[in-house]
């Protein structure tokens, strides 16, 4: 249903349908269907964290999640539906506070980051944490904003990383 017609013009009773559950009884699962994206975007974000596990490298880690994030792209569709997930994550809905909320995909970058800045490696000038932030809010913002093909994108976000984080000493 959201990849049909996007999240805003998504219907409930189309979705409880498809799904076999009356509304009621999707209501008892999820306040919202902004909700059911934050399932979907769960699911991806711990799928994508365990295939970070084993590089034990801060640079190569932080190349595969780029890699890992246009896959994901590909196989929701490189349409609306990637980016409301994109928009879910950066602006939870009502009733979702994230501070409650273990971050998979944050604790993940901010560990490679933190490592990067143990080894000397991290470029910019500012701690970890922060660089963390302002990290994933260029990966976003390159996925939200700019179009382009998949090769595009893994370029962009690859050069990204390579700002954030230089080669083995």
Same mark, same amino acid.
């Given at each position: 249903?959201?990849?049909?017609?996007?999240?805003?013009?998504?219907?409930? $009773?189309?979705?409880?349908?498809?799904?076999?559950? $009356? *509304?009621? $009884?999707?209501?008892?699962?999820?306040?919202?269907?902004?909700?059911?994206?934050?399932?979907?975007?769960?699911?991806?974000?711990?799928? +994508?964290?365990?295939?970070?596990?084993? +590089?034990?490298?801060?640079?190569?880690?932080?190349?595969?999640?780029?890699?890992?994030?246009?896959?994901?792209?590909?196989?929701?569709?490189?349409?609306?539906?990637?980016?409301?997930?994109?928009?879910?994550?950066?602006?939870?809905?009502?009733?979702?506070?994230?501070?409650?909320?273990?971050?998979?995909?944050?604790?993940?970058?901010? *560990?490679?980051?933190?490592?990067?800045?143990?080894?000397?490696?991290?470029?910019?000038?500012?701690?970890?944490?922060?660089?963390?932030?302002?990290?994933?809010?260029?990966?976003?913002?390159?996925?939200?904003?700019?179009?382009?093909?998949?090769?595009?994108? *893994?370029?962009?976000?690859?050069? +990204?990383?390579?700002?954030?984080?230089?080669?083995?000493?």
């Amino acid at each position: 249903e959201f990849r049909r017609v996007g999240l805003a013009s998504a219907s409930i $009773s189309r979705i409880a349908r498809r799904a076999g559950v $009356s *509304r009621p $009884s999707f209501y008892f699962h999820f306040p919202s269907k902004e909700h059911v994206l934050l399932e979907l975007q769960w699911e991806l974000e711990h799928e +994508l964290v365990s295939r970070l596990a084993p +590089l034990a490298d801060p640079g190569e880690a932080l190349h595969r999640f780029a890699d890992e994030l246009v896959e994901i792209e590909e196989r929701v569709g490189r349409g609306e539906l990637f980016r409301d997930l994109l928009r879910v994550w950066v602006s939870p809905p009502a009733g979702f506070d994230p501070a409650d909320q273990e971050l998979p995909v944050v604790e993940a970058v901010g *560990r490679r980051l933190a490592d990067a800045e143990a080894a000397g490696r991290l470029r910019a000038e500012l701690p970890a944490e922060r660089a963390t932030l302002l990290f994933l809010a260029g990966v976003f913002g390159t996925l939200l904003a700019v179009r382009g093909d998949a090769r595009a994108e *893994r370029e962009n976000l690859h050069a +990204l990383v390579d700002l954030y984080v230089g080669p083995p000493r």
